[in-house]
């Protein structure tokens, strides 16, 4: 059976390469874009679908309400600049992008879901949003991240162990947000959010994941 795979941000950096893999799998995938331009060019060179939506924007999310998708990758993130109490719109852009945005589609999607008896749920998160890590995240970020771990954790809880909802840190990687300093390679970054994408029925839930392996959120 073939599976569909929505991914937010699929249109560069880890999205792009989760995408990918999903893609090399069999699986069908539809990137989504806030730059019309940037999104259809990705798609036409991955050959998978895409669509414009704005996380931040709840009225370009109205689309995905009763669509199919098995698997639903929440990539999409923003990096602000400067503190919150500096830049508070900084603090609104993160919790619509990072946290709000995935909710809904969370909200659209797993019923579909559920009925189907199959689901997975990746929510791309960081250690910078992590309590055990000191929370380290940058203005907002990290606050942000926090804040998508405890949805992913409390909606392990409401649903059925056929729809798996798991948080994924990638580590610092080379991406336009990451710099080119960073120590990991995209494709590195994405092997762990595409393994949660397409774990086996024994697979874990409500669960905080680094390089594969369980880390405390």
């Not at 679908?49 to 698997?71: G, K, S």
């Not at 309590?131 to 907002?140: D, Q, S, V």
């Not at 162990?161 to 710099?179: E, H, L, S």
């Not at 393994?195 to 959120?217: M, N, S």
Request: with cysteine; net charge neutral.
């Amino acid at each position: 059976m073939s599976r569909a795979a929505l991914v937010t941000g699929g249109n560069r950096g880890i999205g792009r390469a989760i995408a990918a893999g999903l893609l090399a799998q069999g699986v069908d995938v539809t990137l989504t874009a806030r730059d019309p331009e940037a999104g259809a060019a990705a798609a036409a060179e991955l050959g998978c679908a895409w669509t414009e939506a704005d996380l931040a924007r709840p009225d370009t999310l109205a689309q995905f309400e009763w669509a199919a998708f098995d698997i639903l990758v929440n990539n999409a993130g923003v990096l602000p600049k400067g503190g919150m109490l500096a830049n508070p719109d900084g603090f609104f852009d993160c919790m619509a992008v990072m946290v709000d945005g995935p909710f809904r589609l969370i909200h659209a999607l797993a019923p579909g879901m559920v009925a189907r008896g199959y689901g997975r749920i990746v929510n791309l998160s960081s250690g910078w949003g992590a309590f055990a890590e000191g929370l380290e995240g940058p203005g907002a970020y990290g606050t942000a991240k926090a804040a998508l771990n405890a949805l992913t954790l409390a909606l392990s809880r409401e649903l059925p162990d056929t729809v798996k909802i798991n948080a994924a840190c990638p580590g610092w990687v080379r991406t336009r947000m990451g710099g080119a300093g960073a120590p990991t390679g995209i494709a590195d970054g994405a092997d762990t959010p595409l393994w949660l994408a397409t774990l086996p029925q024994d697979g874990p839930t409500g669960g905080f994941f680094r390089r594969r392996k369980p880390i405390p959120w």
